[in-house]
């Protein structure tokens, strides 16, 4: 038996007392409840991660390999999880980020609703230590630190000092930065490097193909379901053409049937966009991921229907 001297604190997670004794978060799934205590854990590492956006809103950066990880979970559970955290009163809100990883801002639920609002800062000095609270700005200090030195390196600032002569050196001895060479330009990069689908030299990123027709295929699910709750049988007719289509013909011709379904069921444009930014090769990944969670989730429906 250990005595209080021995006793050595373990690193725990915290867990909002709300999701379980909250009724709104009664209906939550375990595996949601601690995905969202998870993501709030991650939310202490934002500032020193650069997780901040222009407006001052944190964000967390959350790979769903890493979820998968994390929960010791499959896939499914992992995306039927963060379909709960986003439709249980936005809880989480995700933003694409033109083809980088997904942004995850994560909603406090401890504010009354007329409140509720993305996290800041603020909010997340007031959820850690005093102790914590100075690792972090000391952490966001040095961060800010390297942005600026990194940036002059690359010559996209030069630091003006007082009674520095306009093209004369500064008084360490750096010489003014040339501004405007080497600047970065989006346009140069093509479609599927843009969403980070492959690298500057062609290797394909299988998961993050995975990852964004796991998203497509789940949303054009929940279409389906929404537009034809009350029509079963047409939903699973809807399923068969489908697999039928994706096995039987060609890509292009499966390709215009999901993009057909997208576009009746309201879904983003985005991700249509996506999909025929692919070449062949990530084009047969997306594909077939898509039809892998389409059919998941279809399934799930299914299944509870006939409950």
């Keep these: 038996m250990m005595s209080n001297q021995d006793y050595m604190p373990v690193e725990c997670l915290l867990v909002p007392k709300a999701l379980f004794k909250d009724e709104r978060y009664c209906s939550l799934s375990t595996t949601a409840k601690v995905l969202y205590s998870l993501m709030l854990d991650r939310m202490k590492y934002a500032a020193q991660n650069r997780w901040v956006d222009q407006k001052g809103k944190l964000y967390v950066i959350y790979p769903k390999s890493e979820m998968i ?4 979970s499959t896939r499914y559970r992992v995306d039927y999880a963060v379909s709960e955290l986003e439709s249980m009163g936005n809880m989480v809100r995700i933003v694409k980020d033109n083809g980088r990883p997904n942004r995850f801002y994560i909603n406090d639920i401890s504010k009354n609703e007329e409140e509720n609002a993305m996290m800041t800062i603020n909010d997340l000095m007031e959820m850690v230590t005093p102790e914590e609270a100075e690792e972090i700005m000391d952490k966001m200090v040095a961060t800010a630190r390297e942005i600026v030195d990194d940036l002059m390196k690359k010559g996209y600032i030069e630091i003006i000092r007082e009674g520095c002569p306009e093209e004369g050196h500064l008084e360490d001895g750096v010489p003014p930065i040339d501004l405007g060479k080497d600047e970065f330009n989006p346009e140069d990069l093509s479609p599927m490097e843009f969403r980070c689908y492959c690298d500057e030299d062609g290797i394909l990123d299988d998961e993050a193909i995975e990852d964004d027709a796991s998203e497509f295929g789940m949303d054009l699910a929940f279409g389906v379901i929404e537009l034809l709750e ?12 489908f697999n039928y289509v994706y096995k039987m013909k060609s890509m292009k011709r499966f390709m215009a049937v999901v993009e057909t379904t997208a576009v009746i069921c309201g879904n983003s444009p985005e991700w249509i966009e996506d999909m025929h930014a692919c070449n062949k090769g990530a084009r047969r990944i997306y594909l077939k991921e898509l039809v892998s969670v389409f059919n998941m989730y279809l399934d799930m429906f299914k299944n509870k229907e006939m409950e």
Excluded at 69 to 72: G, T
């Design 69 to 72: 990880r994390d929960l010791n």
């Design 230 to 241: 009350n029509d079963p049988d047409r939903i699973e007719a809807i399923r068969q053409y």
